[in-house]
């Protein structure tokens, strides 16, 4: 549902919109952007990877390069909007959002760009207005630790002034009425109060510990468990350095495993439920999350699970990530 608010407000149907291809979160957003009446065009890095059968696209991030490409050869403006997933929870691969604006603004074109990042707010840095972001897309159920229902969007004044233009049907989801009616500190609607309370809870944990800190935690629970997974000699899914998602990582397993039968023999032993591979790499991987409101000692012991569960399954290891994930969070002081 968080991705359509941006849509509807922003766009008139038959728009053309630039979405880019960095797994299934990504995909779901072009379906609904199709199901809406819109023109996405998916763009999308060539090719698979020749060890591990994945397609590119779904190991890295968003290239700028390409969007560049692509905008510059929309010489009439056609593409009404650049949307892009700040955080991939398909792949555990994040993007450069700033280097995305970059892209637009070197192209010279006016196309708003539209991000969703709700697996990222509050675990990951992100910067609305800083990366020069006209919608931002996020939601109550991941870093801000609380269950589904709430969706925000943050809005550039141009976001806001083409929405005055945009023909797209939104009835619930205008913004309209909200930024009308927040202004007295109301809602336009029944307001989701028992979630409203939980965020302010969340907010008040948030601000607490300070952002800087909840960043830090997160990539350094990132780096604990990628040195398990080395450990273990298996291919973390990321293959850019840089864009390693702080809030989970994708485990690629070997050719011919089935990482579902995996993750069913780990939950039925040990009762422990690892993200499933979803859409195109279903099957090949699963997700270790080290989101929110966890700690070294529940991540360890995942990683014991993981490390149990691909024993029992017979697939062969390098070594103990658990060991190594052990010496890594000994090491490294949490901040
Ligand atoms: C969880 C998630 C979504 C889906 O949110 P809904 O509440 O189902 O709309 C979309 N994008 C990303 C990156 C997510 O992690």
Not at 112 to 123: E, H, K, N, P, R
Not at 172 to 181: C, F, K, L, S, T
Not at 215 to 229: C, D, E, Y
């Amino acid at each position: 549902m968080h991705g359509k608010r941006a849509l509807v407000n922003t766009l008139s149907p038959g728009d053309s919109v630039l979405m880019v291809e960095t797994g299934h979160f990504a995909s779901l957003w072009r379906a609904m952007a199709l199901k809406l009446g819109l023109e996405p065009e998916f763009l999308s890095l060539a090719g698979t990877d020749a060890d591990t059968g994945l397609p590119n696209a779904w190991r890295h991030g968003v290239s700028a390069d390409l969007v560049e490409e692509r905008l510059r050869k929309d010489t009439a403006h056609r593409i009404q909007a650049v949307c892009v997933v700040h955080n991939e929870t398909s792949t555990g691969v994040t993007s450069d959002i700033a280097a995305v604006r970059r892209a637009i603004d070197a192209a010279r074109h006016p196309a708003l760009l539209i991000v969703d990042t709700i697996s990222g707010l509050a675990s990951a840095d992100y910067r609305h207005d800083e990366w020069g972001v006209d919608v931002t897309v996020s939601g109550s159920q991941k870093g801000l630790m609380l269950p589904p229902g709430i969706s925000f969007n943050a809005l550039s004044p141009k976001a806001l002034a083409r929405s005055e233009q945009a023909k797209l049907p939104r009835a619930y989801w205008g913004w309209e009425e909200i930024v009308e009616m927040s202004a007295t500190g109301y809602w336009p609607y029944t307001p989701n109060t028992n979630l409203l309370y939980g965020l302010s809870e969340a907010l008040d944990m948030i601000l607490d510990q300070g952002l800087s800190r909840i960043f830090a935690r997160h990539k350094r629970w990132s780096l604990g468990v990628r040195a398990a997974v080395r450990a273990w000699g298996l291919p973390v899914q990321c293959a850019d350095g840089a864009l390693h998602s702080p809030v989970l990582t994708g485990v690629i397993t070997p050719i011919g495993v089935d990482a579902d039968a995996l993750r069913k023999l780990i939950h039925a032993r040990f009762d422990l439920s690892l993200g499933t591979g979803l859409g195109k790499v279903r099957g090949r991987m699963f997700r270790i999350g080290h989101l929110g409101d966890c700690n070294d000692l529940t991540l360890l012991a995942t990683l014991a699970g993981v490390e149990m569960g691909l024993k029992l399954a017979g697939v062969p290891i390098a070594g103990s990530g658990v060991a190594e994930a052990m010496s890594y969070f000994a090491q490294e002081a949490a901040s």
